[in-house]
């Protein structure tokens, strides 16, 4: 069974950085584009990046420039850092592949503080 297991999220003030890991299984992790998506407390999820099986990145205007998604398809892992974080990153945390697979993964929690 597939399975998603993000982590790296915590509380960080305004300005500061995190890197968030995306552990994939079940699926052929280097045959998959892989994105990121976010939840913020009473939204809907949202995507706002993602990276190809050749390591092409692509981000939503919102996070462009601050965040940075990466790959290591040895370890089966996708990375996201984060730099310049703002209060309305706040949310929780998921990636998935595109398209998207069920279930979901728990996600892990960004809180950023001003």
């Known amino acids: 069974q597939v399975q998603f297991v993000e982590s790296g999220g915590g509380l960080v003030q305004t300005g500061g950085s995190l890197r968030l890991s995306c552990v994939v299984s079940?699926?052929?992790?280097?045959?998959?584009?892989i994105g990121w998506y976010r939840r913020a407390p009473g939204k809907q999820r949202e995507w706002f990046a993602r990276i190809s099986r050749g390591g092409s990145p692509v981000y939503d205007v919102s996070v462009k420039g601050r965040f940075t998604i990466s790959r290591d398809n040895a370890k089966n892992t996708a990375y996201l850092q984060m730099n310049a974080l703002k209060p309305e990153d706040s949310a929780v945390y998921y990636c998935?592949?595109?398209?998207?697979?069920?279930?979901w993964g728990q996600g892990t929690q960004v809180t950023v503080y001003s």
């Open positions: 998935n592949a595109i398209p998207n697979v069920q279930p």
């Open positions: 079940g699926v052929t992790f280097s045959l998959n584009d």
